[in-house]
């Protein structure tokens, strides 16, 4: 089930915005304190993957199935993963907090998706 | 230095330099990965403190065998110190940390029992390897982890999950129950003789065996046994008497 789908564009100022989003929705799905917090994690080192391979603008689709589904997608990355050797403990710390993480990169298209928490 | 040159120097050596070597290149992980925890009501400093010892406790473990980067290896073993962190300073009630040491201490020495002898060790075994009591032992063994009264008791007899551990626990007005039936064994006990009041001393308050009764009452095993049976006859029709008034 769809909960919620933002587009915006990637910057730290909206980094806060899209936090307490994520807060709230976590709230709605009844996760506890720690699973919002480890879920506002994943939502921030998720865009900050996007931002540091050159996206500016993303799609977020919360959808609720048998956790919280959370999936990112850009169509205007422009730095090769090489490039980005931050990337590596960033996917280590998503693979570390949440289910199913599947990252896609191909051209300037990038998407990320993973489950988090039980429903 | 790389990677595999400072982790074979460690392998090789042991030392502590060359530990701290690897420590202060991967310090920028354990460094980056608290800024992300920040904010939960626990101090920066706490957190780097749990981070950096699950940094050192992972140089020990991290097999380079494996293929995998030190980066990729220790990012999730910190992630999960630091969770677990969360986890235990969440509880409201804590195992004494002894205890927990203790619980670990014993698990460990189990398993390396179990490993060299084939066969789980016995609580003196245990108690000679860790060169504690026995009595520690099978407390340690006995404590676990405090669980939530609002959890659901699963049973044979509870098949729906329904009630809680709340629900089990007596009511205030089983206190007065008690209360009232102490005080009317106490009315059933006057109402015996003198003889089957020394009886029931030895046998239910000494907790003494038949044959010790007997002996402390200059008389035969058979005849303790006999009256017995007579005086909880009796305390049993008085005991019923007075409950149903």
Redesign the interface.
Known sequence: MKLMSLEFPLGNSILTAVRLVTGGICARVGFDLDETEDCKVCVTESLLLLSRRGGKNVRVLFEQEDNLKISFESEDVSVAREEVPEEEISVALLSALVENLQIFSEGHDMRISFGIGKL | MEEKELFEQYFREKSIEARNQIVEKYFY?AE??VK??VG?GVEYDDLLSVASLALIKGIDRFDLSKGV?F??FI??TI??EI?NY??DR?RLIHLPRRVSELKANIKRASDEFSAREGRNPSVRELSELLQISEEEIVTAMESSAPLSLDRAVSSEEDEEGENTFLDLLPDKNDAFEQLEQRDAVRSALKELSKEEQTLVFFRFGKELSQSETAKHMHVSQMYISRMERKILEKLRSSLKESLAE
């Open positions: 992980i980056m990965l992300k925890f939960r980067k980066s990729t990012t999730p992630t999960g969770k969360f986890r969440s």
